[in-house]
């Protein structure tokens, strides 16, 4: 009689077919496309705002009001602090188009808060600081420690 080493086909592919069922009850609980989707949006709404932010201090310096600490762009009615949107409905909202149905945004000058609307994740938002000084940019932070 001869003596076997290792494993029949039968057996090994009976241990491939256990650890992919082992494989696909795990993978979900270490993927989150869920929360990665939504820090993904936050950041865009983060890039939004700086280039809506600098296309704004743009007209103003053209218009002359980039050193005055509140003020309101003639053509679009965007209302700015330093040249910059200011962190109000006037201002931002209508510096940055978002769509209205998808996001939350509390104006709380000198803060804007915005948040994905139906989404109950806490710290995962994008904030919106108006600029204090002339010279000085508005601070943007996007939080997705939550998302």
């Given at each position: 009689?001869?003596?076997q080493k290792g494993f029949t086909l039968i057996e090994l592919v009976i241990v491939i077919i256990i650890l992919g069922i082992l494989a696909a009850t795990a993978v979900p609980k270490?993927?989150?496309l869920q929360g990665d989707a939504r820090a993904s949006a936050m950041q865009g709404v983060k890039a939004a705002l700086e280039g809506g932010a600098t296309?704004?201090?743009?007209?103003?310096?053209?218009q002359g009001i980039e050193k005055v600490s509140?003020?309101?762009m003639t053509k679009s009615g965007v209302a700015v602090v330093f040249g910059y949107p200011a962190s109000t409905s006037d201002g931002i909202n209508n510096a940055v188009d978002l769509s209205v149905g998808d996001w939350t945004v509390v104006n709380a000058a000198p803060?804007?808060?915005?948040?994905?609307?139906?989404?109950n994740a806490t710290n995962c938002?994008?904030?919106?600081?108006e600029?204090?000084?002339a010279g000085k940019r508005p601070i943007i932070k996007a939080i997705v420690t939550g998302c």
């Amino acid at each position: 009689m001869i003596n076997q080493k290792g494993f029949t086909l039968i057996e090994l592919v009976i241990v491939i077919i256990i650890l992919g069922i082992l494989a696909a009850t795990a993978v979900p609980k270490f993927i989150d496309l869920q929360g990665d989707a939504r820090a993904s949006a936050m950041q865009g709404v983060k890039a939004a705002l700086e280039g809506g932010a600098t296309l704004t201090y743009s007209q103003a310096a053209i218009q002359g009001i980039e050193k005055v600490s509140s003020g309101e762009m003639t053509k679009s009615g965007v209302a700015v602090v330093f040249g910059y949107p200011a962190s109000t409905s006037d201002g931002i909202n209508n510096a940055v188009d978002l769509s209205v149905g998808d996001w939350t945004v509390v104006n709380a000058a000198p803060l804007t808060t915005i948040t994905a609307s139906g989404s109950n994740a806490t710290n995962c938002e994008v904030q919106y600081t108006e600029a204090v000084a002339a010279g000085k940019r508005p601070i943007i932070k996007a939080i997705v420690t939550g998302c």
